[in-house]
């Protein structure tokens, strides 16, 4: 059935440093792909998405890659902040439809 | 301009007894979800309304489960006969036909 793999499970990184969040998925008429962020006892927010006619797509200090043929895509952080710090969700959908989420990803940003 | 909202913010009911969670989506948002995260765990779909379409219920886990949306808009999950495992956040999603899915704040349900 469809699923997403997500990796690693844990992260943490220096402030300043580079976080990378990696993402499998199964299915391949997938076409949709969001990343969430999800604080301690807060809802899920939607941070970035992008769809399966684009390869990358940034916003400030926030990317992701997508690369179709393997099924992966990526989320990039740059510069992280200590507010960076949380659980952060990839998933994949054929758009309009149900989320398929990975497992998710704790990041902690150290001062 | 508002928000998913979601009723109650918590419920916490005995096991046997029945529950209804309700879910408020963003106006003119024709797409609405419901997922289930248990604690620590990720994200669960449960079922998905869009538009006037038949719901997707693929993600239901059993029969106790049972989902509506009046009118296209709001929607009111129920659980019967609850089971201690059962216990989790829901959460309400709702997006446009086509667009990023928006989540509630979530009702923690706790089955003693």
């Known amino acids: 059935g469809e699923n997403v793999e997500q990796h690693p499970s844990t992260l943490s990184v220096q402030e300043g440093d580079s976080a990378v969040i990696k993402c499998t998925y199964s299915d391949s008429a997938s076409n949709y792909f969001p990343w969430y962020k999800q604080e301690l006892g807060k809802r899920p927010q939607l941070i970035i998405d992008?769809?399966?006619?684009?390869g990358e797509k940034k916003d400030q200090r926030i990317a992701v890659t997508l690369n179709k043929t393997a099924k992966h895509f990526s989320l990039h952080i740059t510069e992280t902040q200590p507010e960076d710090s949380a659980v952060y969700f990839c998933a994949a959908s054929i758009q309009g439809g149900k989320l398929i989420f990975g497992q998710g990803t704790e990041l902690s940003v150290k001062p | 301009g508002a928000g998913v909202s979601q009723s109650p913010s918590n419920k916490v009911t005995e096991k046997g007894k029945d529950v209804e969670l309700r879910c408020d989506p963003i106006?003119?948002?024709?797409?609405l979800y419901w997922y289930r995260q248990s604690l620590g765990q990720g994200l669960e779909f449960l079922i998905y309304?869009?538009?006037?379409?038949?719901?997707?219920k693929s993600g239901l886990p059993s029969d106790r489960f049972s989902a509506e949306r009046t009118g296209g808009s709001v929607s009111t999950l129920t659980i019967q006969r609850t089971q201690q495992e059962d216990s989790a956040v829901y959460l309400c999603a709702s997006s446009l036909e086509v667009g990023g899915q928006y989540f509630g704040p979530g009702t923690r349900l706790t089955v003693t």
């Open positions: 992008i769809r399966s006619n684009v």
């Open positions: 106006s003119g948002h024709t797409a």
């Open positions: 309304f869009q538009g006037n379409s038949a719901p997707d």
